[in-house]
């Protein structure tokens, strides 16, 4: 029966995959995330509770994080890689685990080349990297024949270790993808020069590797196929990639987005969905070899459609798996309204990551903490009383109640949600609602008492074991002069469609929500986060593989509103966003061509405008309307209320109610399944 005969959800999605010497289940790869459990030989005991809980939630193949094949490859000192002997032990911890559950796990080489943030790095030539303050040495040719004598050696021990196989990271800039690419390349010897000895590296990696480990031992090669770098690889350049290396002895071709020192988002909430699947299916035709398409496939429906439409053999779901590692058992099962999406919000996973921390999930907080966070059955199930459905009290009532609790959730408005209802009214912040709808669905499973259009005082809150306020935030007034003027209006007044704002618009405030207001204004009518055309052209993104490295010119689309965006501290507004999405927030507003000023001094709301004091000098900014996006205060009346109530049961904060700076919704979520595992 073919795929698309079968009455089975997902049918593409879930046809095996013959390799020739070995089957993959189904078509979901996850894809390499690095989760800082790589670097330590005492946190495998967790990374092998990482990938078991993926691999018994279905996923067909997993790529571990890279792992360097040498000192010289490291991402950061002391990092993950593979070249003693001694080395190979705790990956068969890695292995048993995911064996165990019926997945094929790959060990991913990355060799960092000038990326590795430390003085031993090393590249084709010696140019620093605009993201990184070392300037790497330039690899003579007995060097390169060292580097690839150890991507050799260490596939060899990840065979050793027992892995199905090995992903070559060829893309996203690192190393082999800086040799390829003429960006990098300046070499002029047997290394670099034209096309063809710009990718010899490349296809001489992957044909010792594939000598190093025998015939049947997958290799995945990962092929840049945008570069999205002025003087990247031209479309045919990389067909030829693509063929060599399948020559040279690739199972399957991977691919590659952008490299990580690329000015164009990739894998942000506000890049569409399957945004650059297409480009895979360009490539597909050229090889014979399976190939994967990734980046933003974050629900079943969307790889269906990949798989379906013929433009990838495989889909690769990375951050998927840590929001949900059940996301293809629930798939399987016809349950895709229970998947808890990942949205893209790069706030647990990548930010984790660039400061060190071990990567996580916003919507999972138990993803990288498997072993310590554990959602046990109760045995002393008690009555629990949750106020505020917003991100906090949900994940609370929820993880609760999948404990055996008795909970009931209170919520004064007519829906669940909280702010994460405004939030998903931001341009590029659609993926939001589907949190919502997890939620929706997790309460019915769990057997949570909701009360919507309630609002809990001490009446309703008496008779509970434990009381958990969850009631979130009050947005700060403004104080400067006029701000009572009917022109002012509140962030939730225009998010909610309560104010129209006028043409012009001064902003009060660029934290967060500030940057979310101002595309909430720049905008109108679809967003080009559910239009990939429109994206791309605003991006600059070209598929059709006429310009070098993918990279043709932005063409933003005009403003809808002229807008300032404000701040009373000195400095660049947007300093504080997140590390791996702010720039990509400052940029969007630079394309809308917003003002964005630091060191405002508000002066007043006067007839013709907004007063104001920039760097000594005053100026009238001839404004419709002010949006006040000053932060916000705890809402936590109820606590004394409660007290003066007589009420004695143990009553708890979270969320925005415990501590309303600092907020988002990462902590909120945090908190609250961590205080329901302790229930
Ligand atoms: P809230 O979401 O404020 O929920 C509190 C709930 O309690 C409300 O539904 C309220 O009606 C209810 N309530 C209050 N009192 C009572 C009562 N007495 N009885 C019953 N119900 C009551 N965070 C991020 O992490 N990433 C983002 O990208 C992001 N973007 C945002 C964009 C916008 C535009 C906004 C507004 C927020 C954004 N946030 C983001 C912040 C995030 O939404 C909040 O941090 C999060 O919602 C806080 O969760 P909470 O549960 O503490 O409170
Ligand atoms: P915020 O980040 O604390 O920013 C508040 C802004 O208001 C600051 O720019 C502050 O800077 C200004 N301000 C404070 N008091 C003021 C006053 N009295 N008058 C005028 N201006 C004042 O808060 P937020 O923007 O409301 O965001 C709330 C939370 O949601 C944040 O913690 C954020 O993490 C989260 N969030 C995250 C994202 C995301 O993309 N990750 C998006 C939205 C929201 P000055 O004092 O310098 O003016
Ligand atoms: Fe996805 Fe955000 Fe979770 Fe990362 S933190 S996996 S981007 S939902």
Redesign the pocket.
Known sequence: MTPAASTKPYPHLFAPLDLGFTTLRNRVLMGSMHTGLEDRRRDFPKLAAYLAERAAGGAGLIVTGGFAPNVEGWLKPFGGKLSWPWETGPHRQLTRAVHEHGAKLCLQLLHAGRYGYHPLQVAPSKLKAPINPFTPRELGARGIERQIRAFASAAARARDAGYDGVEVMGSEGYLINQFTAPRTNRRDDAWGGDARRRMRFAVEIVRRVREACGPDFILVYRLSLLDLVEDGNTWDEVLEQARAVEAAGATIINSGIGWHEARVPTIATSVPRAAFAGITGRLRPHVSVPVVAVNRINMPEVAEEILASGQADLVSLARPLLADPEWPNKARAGRAGAINTCIA?N?ACLDHIFVGKVASC?VNPRAGHETELRYEPTANPRRIAV????????ACATVAAQRGHHVTL????DR?????N??S??PG?EE?TETLRYFRHRLEDTGVEVRLG????PAELAGYDEIVL????VPRKADFPGADDPRVAG??DI?SGRVQAGPRVAIVGAG??GF??AEFLVHEGQSPSLDPVRWRAEWGVDLDGNARGGLATPAPEAPARQVWLLQRSPGRPGARLGKTTGWIHRATLRHKKVRMIGGVEYLGLEADGFRVRIDNAEQLLEVDTVVVCAGQEP?RE?QARLEEAGITAPVHL????YLAAE??????IDQ?SRLAAGF
């Not at 309630?454 to 005082?457: E, I, L, N, P, Y």
């Not at 969850?470 to 935030?473: H, L, P």
């Not at 907020?663 to 909120?668: G, M, P, T």
Request: proline letters at 2%; glycine letters at 20%; aromatic letters at 8%.
């Open positions: 919000c706030q916003l106020v505020g459905a917003g991100p906090a009290g949900l209170f919520e004064a408005s669940i949600g909280g702010q994460f405004l939030a009214r931001i912040k939001f309630t609002v809990a005082g969850a009631t979130g935030i962030y939730m998010l967060g929500i979310d207001v809402r109820l979270i969320g925005g109610a907020l988002d919704a990462k902590r909120a609250g």
